[in-house]
């Protein structure tokens, strides 16, 4: 089998190191396509490089018949691109221009924070390390199989995960040393996690979920919101706040 040249394996953490030796206090959950990039990066994929049929697939998942697993399985399969041209795709998507913020705001809380995607590691773990951003990326594993073809594994499945998704992010976020969890989302990999989290920030279709299902939600816009919503609900757990907010949300990486 051919060799996989994902990009940024450096970055690819999985669960036992990433949370080997990390003191209990909060952690911070992220969601990957739709909450840190602009879009849903495997939708764009699909419409770019898949055949259109992927598009009914996605239909049985939205009715309920399938879970994400299957969808993802079956819509991997249909994907004709080779690896240059699914890295081209990375160098041309954007994630929000206030995440980089974000993420210096829970540094200096010293909050570490994990990437929590039902969508594929390959071009999450990449856009994030353009992004300059060391962040631990849990998501489906993308093998390239040779020649234009491609599958997907669930190195972070479970086979009794109620909502059979691809990642299980419940599991994940569980799995976690910490007296407190924040998550934040836009959709429907985040339904079951958000039931569980001690601080969910969410929009789009997470948000109409939370406010269903009567599960107290923040909303926001864009990574703007959400560090002032988490340096105020720090400061309401009675946390000494370093440094200001304003200054870590206007905070960018070195390039």
């Given at each position: 089998?051919?060799?996989?040249?994902?990009?940024?394996?450096?970055f690819q953490v999985y669960?036992?190191?990433?949370?080997?030796?990390?003191?209990?206090?909060?952690?911070?959950?992220?969601?990957?396509?739709?909450?840190?990039?602009?879009?849903?990066?495997?939708?764009?994929?699909?419409?770019?490089?898949?055949?259109?049929?992927?598009?009914?697939?996605?239909?049985e998942w939205v009715a309920?018949?399938?879970?994400?697993?299957?969808?993802?399985?079956?819509?991997?399969?249909?994907?004709?691109?080779?690896?240059?041209?699914?890295?081209?795709?990375?160098?041309?998507?954007?994630?929000?221009?206030?995440?980089?913020?974000?993420?210096?705001?829970?540094?200096?809380?010293?909050?570490?924070?994990?990437?929590?995607?039902?969508?594929?590691?390959?071009?999450?773990?990449?856009?994030?390390?353009?992004?300059?951003?060391?962040?631990?990326?849990?998501?489906?594993?993308?093998?390239?199989?040779?020649?234009?073809?491609?599958?997907?594994?669930?190195?972070?499945?479970?086979?009794?995960?109620?909502?059979?998704?691809?990642?299980?992010?419940?599991?994940?976020?569980?799995?976690?040393?910490?007296?407190?969890?924040?998550?934040?989302?836009?959709?429907?990999?985040?339904?079951?996690?958000?039931?569980?989290?001690?601080l969910v920030i969410a929009?789009?279709?997470?948000?109409?979920?939370?406010?269903?299902?009567?599960?107290?939600?923040?909303?926001?816009?864009?990574?703007?919101?959400?560090?002032?919503?988490?340096?105020?609900?720090?400061?309401?757990?009675?946390?000494?706040?370093?440094?200001?907010?304003?200054?870590?949300?206007?905070?960018?990486?070195?390039?």
């Amino acid at each position: 089998m051919p060799k996989d040249e994902s990009i940024g394996g450096e970055f690819q953490v999985y669960r036992e190191e990433a949370y080997k030796g990390v003191p209990a206090g909060i952690r911070v959950f992220v969601d990957f396509d739709g909450t840190v990039s602009i879009g849903d990066t495997t939708d764009l994929i699909l419409d770019r490089f898949a055949d259109p049929s992927w598009r009914a697939i996605e239909a049985e998942w939205v009715a309920g018949r399938i879970g994400s697993r299957e969808c993802l399985a079956r819509q991997i399969d249909l994907i004709r691109a080779s690896p240059a041209e699914l890295d081209a795709f990375t160098r041309d998507a954007t994630i929000d221009p206030h995440f980089a913020g974000f993420a210096a705001l829970c540094g200096a809380y010293d909050l570490p924070i994990t990437i929590v995607s039902d969508g594929l590691d390959r071009i999450a773990t990449a856009m994030v390390a353009r992004a300059g951003l060391k962040i631990p990326v849990f998501a489906n594993h993308l093998e390239w199989l040779g020649g234009r073809r491609w599958r997907l594994g669930f190195p972070h499945t479970r086979t009794d995960c109620r909502a059979t998704a691809g990642h299980c992010k419940c599991a994940t976020i569980t799995a976690a040393s910490a007296a407190l969890h924040v998550l934040i989302g836009d959709g429907r990999s985040d339904f079951c996690a958000a039931a569980g989290a001690d601080l969910v920030i969410a929009k789009d279709s997470l948000a109409a979920h939370c406010a269903r299902s009567a599960i107290a939600f923040e909303p926001f816009t864009n990574f703007a919101d959400a560090s002032l919503i988490l340096a105020r609900w720090i400061a309401a757990l009675g946390r000494d706040a370093v440094p200001q907010p304003e200054e870590a949300v206007h905070a960018s990486p070195t390039a």
